[in-house]
């Protein structure tokens, strides 16, 4: 069941270039489309793999609030490394691979920080306690911090108002994936959908070396493009 909300949202997740394109943008074609579905696709099953549950609701293990409280305290890090990095170059695709390693390590060490703060837990509540709810506090300010800077870019530039939909589109999106329940009939859709969706990343693949436009088209969503639109920077 997991795999057809995934190929649902990723539907959903490229359909405004199509029907609602941004000023100056011209409506993406079917195999512009196509591709895109395929890139978005692999983002939430990504996401539905690491924060997904299965069945009934159950209690959060630990590794997944270690992971969110790690990930919540990166994003002050990534931040000014994603500043220092519109400064420092203006090369747009070694800016990327930059941001991508970068970002790679921060987030492992603010993940392994997490993880002692859980396990100080263990052996002294009072002090673990107090920092998981400070980490928790500093990544909800900094989480409301990177909310309103994209609010304030979207509303004075047209290009970045674009990536600033897409990542609120794909932020719901990858919410009902992960809180969406999995139990009832999924047998046969699962089924299904698994092949449509492996069909559906082949062709994307297949697109991407063969057509150039497609290509751009690609490069041109980085939000929905996610790990190919990487590769493709």
């Known amino acids: 069941m997991r795999h057809v909300v995934c190929l649902l949202g990723a539907l959903v997740w ?20 196509l591709a895109l579905v395929g890139c978005g696709l692999l983002s939430l ?20 609030a270690v992971l969110t409280l790690g990930l919540g305290l990166a994003l002050v890090p990534w931040s000014l490394l994603g500043y220092w990095i519109t400064v420092a170059t ?16 921060i987030g492992s060490i ?13 052996a002294r509540p009072r002090w673990g306690s107090g920092l998981i709810r400070a980490g928790r506090t500093l990544a909800f300010l900094a989480a409301g911090a ?3 800077l994209a609010a304030r870019g979207a509303l004075q530039n047209v290009e970045y108002r674009g990536a600033v939909l897409d990542v609120a589109l794909g932020l719901v999106l990858a919410m009902a994936v992960v809180m969406l ?12 959908s698994l ?34 639109g990487l590769m493709l920077g």
């Open 146 to 148: 990177a909310l309103w």
């Open 14 to 33: 490229a359909a405004p270039r199509v029907f609602w394109p941004g000023e100056g943008q011209v409506p993406v074609g079917v195999l512009e489309y």
């Open 90 to 105: 203006h090369h747009r695709p070694l800016g990327a691979v930059a941001f991508a390693a970068g970002a790679a390590v």
């Open 45 to 64: 099953l990504l996401i539905a793999l690491s924060w997904g549950r299965r069945g009934a609701p159950e209690p959060q293990p630990e590794w997944r």
């Open 195 to 228: 092949p449509i969706c492996i069909g559906v990343w082949a062709f994307t693949l297949w697109l991407l070396n063969t057509d150039a436009d497609v290509r751009a088209t690609v490069k041109s969503a980085p939000v929905i493009a996610g790990i190919f």
């Open 110 to 122: 603010c993940v392994l920080v997490a993880r002692w703060a859980f396990a100080l837990r263990q």
């Open 181 to 192: 329940p999995t139990a009832g009939r999924a047998g046969g859709a699962t089924r299904w």
